[in-house]
């Protein structure tokens, strides 16, 4: 009977861990399988486009390339406001210069696997004191996870816009655009 009443209590507190504590825990299963199939398509090799912008109209994109699970460059494009006087800004580091540009609004340095960890333990978790957000493209695919504080007006989102993911090839060839 011991034994019994200890395996209840293990199983009941096992499924008290599980995804639960996350938003759209069903669409983000979902896109999940979608994605796994995708990366396993096209050997793990694609790049994918963040963007962001501002109130005032400026606004950022960064292209991860991945190539066999590992990103081995980032672009940078930074477009000012209509009315600024700001320059356009842009670069693009290689593999061995991934990083060295910290003073731009830079998307994070990582692939899409690491996308969906951040959206599971951070972005798309439950809370009482934001708004949750999350979108798929139509293949399924993340577009966007994250949240805003209540009662944050400019510029509060904290996670991730997707515009575009490209499948290529191991040769570098684009070969599927979404």
């Given at each position: 009977?011991?034994?019994?009443?200890?395996?209840?209590?293990?199983?009941?507190?096992?499924?008290?861990?599980?995804?639960?504590?996350?938003?759209?825990?069903?669409?983000?299963?979902?896109?999940?399988?979608?994605?796994?199939?995708?990366?396993?398509?096209?050997?793990?090799?694609?790049?994918?486009?963040?963007?962001?912008?501002?109130?005032?109209?400026?606004?950022?994109?960064?292209?991860?390339?991945?190539?066999?699970?590992?990103?081995?460059?980032?672009?940078?494009?930074?477009?000012?406001?209509?009315?600024?006087?700001?320059?356009i800004i842009e670069w693009t580091e290689n593999e061995?210069?991934?990083?060295?540009?910290?003073?731009?609004?830079?998307?994070?340095?990582?692939?899409?696997?690491k996308v969906y960890e951040k959206a599971q333990l951070?972005?798309?978790?439950?809370?009482?004191?934001?708004?949750?957000?999350?979108?798929?493209?139509?293949?399924?695919?993340?577009?966007?996870?994250?949240?805003?504080?209540?009662?944050?007006?400019?510029?509060c989102f904290v996670g991730i816009s997707i515009r575009?993911?490209?499948?290529?090839?191991?040769?570098?060839?684009?070969?599927?655009?979404?």
């Amino acid at each position: 009977m011991k034994v019994l009443i200890s395996l209840i209590l293990c199983l009941s507190l096992f499924s008290a861990c599980e995804k639960d504590d996350i938003n759209f825990n069903s669409d983000f299963e979902k896109s999940e399988k979608a994605w796994l199939s995708f990366k396993n398509t096209w050997n793990n090799s694609y790049q994918y486009t963040v963007v962001n912008g501002s109130w005032v109209g400026s606004g950022w994109e960064t292209k991860l390339t991945v190539t066999n699970g590992v990103v081995t460059e980032r672009y940078y494009k930074y477009t000012p406001a209509p009315d600024s006087k700001q320059p356009i800004i842009e670069w693009t580091e290689n593999e061995s210069e991934l990083n060295t540009h910290t003073d731009s609004a830079a998307a994070e340095t990582i692939t899409l696997d690491k996308v969906y960890e951040k959206a599971q333990l951070d972005w798309l978790l439950k809370r009482d004191d934001a708004e949750t957000f999350f979108e798929v493209n139509d293949d399924g695919l993340l577009f966007q996870a994250g949240y805003v504080p209540n009662g944050c007006v400019d510029d509060c989102f904290v996670g991730i816009s997707i515009r575009k993911i490209e499948m290529v090839d191991i040769l570098g060839v684009n070969a599927y655009c979404r």
